[in-house]
């Protein structure tokens, strides 16, 4: 039995925090940290992404936060670019086959990835990784003698792919090699502990089981982060739904009027995985909520501004909660409304993606379907409606973009 010292629990515990800690939970953690301390051995803290998309937003940045606290601890980082896992696509989570992606696309997403990543973690002092370096060099042989570690019964624990099979969807073979190559890149990195969200883990577990059978006497462990939901407070944050997405290339003013549109029941969530309060004073925001005489609209706008200034500056965040507070509070236009000619004529569906105010025309439809479309604080209600001036008109889609239309 191993003597823990406080310090090293104190450390897991603080470390743990919103966390599902596997396997041993706070005390193993306590004993790796303390045997890391004890042997002046950094412990190799696994993340691997697949940099399916060119942009991250503030769910990725719940592990990051958590890869920081490890950094300050003075432990290894270690970033994987999913390089050859990219190209097949994980199938976590996915009612049907994920699309590859390109070699050029991964590299480009990846660099995309890095730049954002720095706003929270220290990219100099990790370890930068390509798993394309080890797994495309694999033959044929070794491939088998990987496959051979994992039965198709173990696989299918999966519940994607246990549903799937269930409701007669294919499953490419290919798939069942995403989560092997994933665990093998724990072998390749010798890692001590894995991140990954909720979802991830079957996959996270399974670099145990791997790390196991090529030999490494003390498995990685494995913490799994929760996923926090977008805006609408329903569907987990993704590019997917990018309405309800808070990315971090956002514009300050955009991220405080998302951060200002979320469900007052994501607000204790949100300080919790998104910012750096203390126990002691999530707590207070935590019965501040329950007390009637206390609007959450209020402790939204500190939250709103804290996580605005972390990434944009506190001079922005606060220029963004001044705009806000007129746009939304007094009813007003924002004083940096953008004046827009050659509207007439034009579908409502067209003008919207034209000016970036939605990304598809589905997007916009939805948006006019939804009420979110007005002109003059009319709403919109026909997708099919095009624009015809008598006069300057302001335009409104959603909460928070604007335009006046020029006749």
Not at 93 to 102: D, F, M, N, V, Y
Not at 320 to 328: L, R
Request: charged share 30%.
């Amino acid at each position: 039995m191993v003597d823990i010292r406080q310090e090293f629990i104190e450390q897991a515990k603080k470390l743990a925090r919103s966390t599902e800690v596997l396997p041993g939970g706070i005390e193993e953690l306590a004993v790796k940290l303390q045997h890391a301390h004890d042997t002046k051995t950094p412990l190799r803290v696994k993340l691997g992404m697949d940099p399916t998309r060119p942009d991250l937003h503030l769910g990725h940045t719940v592990v990051m936060r958590k890869l920081r606290e490890f950094q300050k601890l003075g432990h290894q980082v270690v970033l994987i670019v999913g390089g050859a896992t990219a190209m097949i696509g994980d199938p976590s989570g996915k009612s049907e086959t994920r699309p590859a992606l390109t070699k050029e696309q991964v590299e480009e997403n990846a660099k995309s990835y890095f730049e954002q990543m720095s706003m929270v973690v220290d990219i100099s002092k990790a370890e930068v990784t390509n798993n394309a370096d080890w797994l495309h060099k694999l033959n044929f042989m070794e491939l088998l003698q990987l496959a051979g570690k994992v039965t198709v019964a173990q696989m299918m624990t999966r519940d994607d792919f246990a549903k799937r099979y269930a409701e007669g969807k294919p499953i490419s073979i290919h798939e069942f090699f995403y989560p092997l190559m994933q665990a093998y890149d724990s072998v390749a990195i010798d890692a001590d502990i894995e991140f990954g969200g909720t979802d991830q883990r079957f996959n996270t577990l399974l670099g145990r089981d791997i790390q196991a059978a090529y030999g490494k006497k003390y498995p990685q462990m494995v913490m799994l982060l929760p996923l926090i939901e977008g805006t609408d407070g329903l569907v987990k944050m993704s590019k997917t739904y990018p309405e309800h997405c808070i990315s971090l290339t956002d514009s300050s003013k955009d991220m405080f009027g998302k951060l200002m549109s979320i469900p007052d029941t994501l607000i204790v969530k949100y300080y919790d995985l998104l910012t750096d309060i203390s126990d002691e004073d999530l707590k207070k925001v935590e019965e501040q909520l329950k007390d009637s005489t206390v609007n959450p609209r209020n402790i939204k706008m500190q939250l709103a501004h804290t996580i605005t200034a972390e990434y944009h500056g506190e001079e922005e965040a606060q220029k963004a909660q001044d705009e806000f507070i007129n746009v939304f509070s007094n009813k007003g236009i924002p004083d940096d409304i953008q004046e827009v000619k050659g509207a007439d004529g034009k579908s409502m569906v067209d003008l919207l993606v034209e000016l970036g105010f939605t990304q598809s025309k589905g997007e916009g439809k939805r948006l006019i379907q939804g009420g979110g479309v007005k002109l003059d604080g009319e709403k919109i209600a026909d997708v099919a409606y095009v624009i015809s001036l008598t006069d300057d008109v302001v335009l409104q889609a959603g909460k928070r973009k604007f335009a006046k239309l020029i006749k």
